[in-house]
Structures are given as structure tokens and as C-alpha cells.
């Protein structure tokens, strides 16, 4: 609990103190979409926000639900997961398109695993950390589509998903 009391509050204090820099072409961010993932398909909602020219600082939340047979027995699971992520955008280095948005970073999260009375398992809640490195082509000044690829936490596998700039 004190590891993720002190993430978050990295986090808070990165967002309050960059929060009156000049921003990117893209200030905000939506994202929505759908995870690819050992324990079921997550759902997850994010915004990004960018602090500096390159860097992006953003928020997550997901869901997913899965099926498990433990010792001849079906169990229901739920995970919930709130995470934050610091990714680099390699555009301005790489002299990339606008349309394209090639970033990679790190990210931190709890997340609450609940299972049924009775499973003796050994999923349980925690803190995660990975990182991810991702693609994002722009349509128009609307709309664009994402895709992701991460590990070290328990969203590992990748995103598909659609951003929306604000």
C-alpha cells in the first residue's frame, strides 16, 4: 500500500508541476479500446496529457472478467486496474509524420483482483509495473487508431484501441 501511495503521488506532483508548460499539437488525448491478455479481455478507458514537447504523462482504467477451472471447480474472476504511464514520443527525433504517433515508456498500477468464497488460488491484488511501446495513426484531427504492446504488469500483452484528441 505505501508503494502505491508514493507512485501516485509521483504522479500527482509530475502532473501539478508540468501542468504550465507549453504543449504539444495534440494537448489531450481519449483512448478507448480493447486488451489482449491471459486472464480474459480488458476493456480500458485512458487520457494522456502532454507535459512537454515529447512526453506525455497519462491515467488508465480497465476492467475484465474470466473463467477459471481450479480443481475441478469454475470460477468467476474480476480485475480492475487504475495505472499511470510517462511515454516519450519519438516524432520530433525521428522527423515522423503528424499522422503517425510512435511512443514507448513506463507505467505503474494496482490492481484489484476479486475472486469467488472458496478459491484457493493464488491470484491476489497488487502493485504492477511495466512498460509499452506503442503506434498511433491519425485519420483526421479527430479520431485515430492505437496499438500497443507492454509487459511486467498485469495488462501484459498488447491494446487495440481508438484516440480521440481534445
Known amino acids: 500500500m505505501k508503494k502505491l501511495i508514493i507512485a501516485l503521488s509521483l504522479v500527482l506532483i509530475a502532473t501539478f508541476a508540468f501542468s ?5 499539437r495534440r494537448y489531450n488525448q481519449l483512448n478507448v479500446g480493447v486488451g489482449l491478455s491471459g486472464w480474459g479481455i480488458p476493456l480500458y478507458i485512458g487520457f494522456d496529457h502532454y507535459v512537454a514537447r515529447d512526453l506525455s504523462l497519462g491515467g488508465e482504467l480497465s476492467y475484465r472478467a474470466y473463467n477459471e ?3 475441478d471447480n469454475y470460477y468467476n474472476h474480476n480485475i480492475t486496474g487504475i495505472s499511470g504511464n510517462l511515454n516519450y514520443h519519438f516524432n520530433s527525433l525521428l522527423g515522423i509524420s503528424t499522422h503517425w504517433d510512435l511512443y514507448a515508456g513506463a507505467n505503474v498500477g494496482f490492481f484489484i483482483w476479486t475472486s469467488p468464497d472458496g478459491y484457493t488460488g493464488s491470484h491476489s491484488s497488487g ?19 492505437n496499438l500497443e504492446f507492454g509487459g511486467g504488469n498485469a495488462f501484459s500483452g498488447g491494446k487495440l484501441g481508438l484516440t480521440f484528441p481534445l
Open 20 to 24: 504550465q508548460n507549453p504543449l504539444n
Open 69 to 71: 477451472n481450479w480443481k
Open 127 to 145: 502493485l504492477g509495473l511495466g512498460g509499452q511501446l506503442g503506434v498511433r495513426y491519425y485519420f483526421s484531427n479527430r479520431v485515430g487508431i
